[in-house]
């Protein structure tokens, strides 16, 4: 066990000192992560009072409160940055999200996370990517299988490593397939959903053509915002982007506090 505690509030600040704080943001956001927020602050000072007057999810403007505090003030501060950390983080998660899914509105295409987590943060992840309006794919290995080009060299072709899936008794089998003359073998043998990778939205719509809603389709691989509404117009169920958790930036958002 390591040296622990905040060596700077216990030696500046006086034990009986009081805060009040109000945490805003300071760029339009979606928001995600205040009552985890709150849950640090909590556990520090078991009676501070706490307002949120935002639910999350919502979409606000520079300037908006999203949270107002006040209690002790040793507690307060040590639980500062841990609490920022987490809404700024989570919150970035759900605004870019909420972009991509603006960029898809009216195409009827729905947009997935992935699993490229932040190691031991994905449940939360997972949660702000509902915040801005996306929805979870897999939560781990175990809930769908998913046949990747991996899974087939070894198994031998597209249609064997699917049928061994099939007769293994999985529910739900998605298979990768990154040409269209795997589509067919695929599902014939027993996939459930298709993931079409890395393919260009002329080949994606030849595609979904060929699928003719036989069972969804999802277009996976270097989606950017600028190419995902093309993507998203060939017909598509669902397209997944692997940057709403891997590289969504933190956004700015401040806490401020006053001596009461």
Sequence with gaps: ????????AAA????????????????????AGLPLAEAFFRALDPDVVIDTPIPEGDRVAAG????????????LLTAERSALNTVQH?????????????????????????????????????YAVRMGGGRNHRMGLWDAAMIKDNHVAVAGDIG???????????????????RIDQID??????????????????????????????????????????????????????ISVGRLTQSAPAVDIGLDFEAI
């Design 1 to 8: 066990m390591g040296p622990s505690g905040d060596i700077t």
């Design 12 to 31: 500046v600040i006086p034990a009986g000192a009081r805060f009040s704080g109000v945490m805003a943001s300071r760029e339009a956001i979606a928001v």
């Design 64 to 75: 908006t409160v999203l949270m107002r505090i006040e209690g002790k003030a040793r507690a």
């Design 90 to 126: 989570l919150s970035g998660v759900a605004t870019l999200t909420a972009t991509y899914v603006d960029a898809i509105a009216g195409t009827g295409a729905t947009l997935l996370d992935t699993r490229k987590t932040i190691p031991g943060l994905r449940l939360i992840e997972k």
């Design 160 to 178: 064997a490593a699917t049928a061994r899936a099939r007769d293994a008794g999985i529910a739900s089998i998605i298979v990768e397939c990154d």
């Design 185 to 238: 073998p695929a599902i014939a043998n027993g996939a459930t959903h298709l993931l079409l990778d890395n393919m260009a939205p002329p080949t994606l719509r030849e595609a979904v053509v060929l699928v003719a809603g036989r069972v969804p389709t999802e277009a996976s691989g270097g989606v950017r915002l600028d190419t995902i509404r093309a993507i998203a117009e060939t017909g598509v169920t669902y």
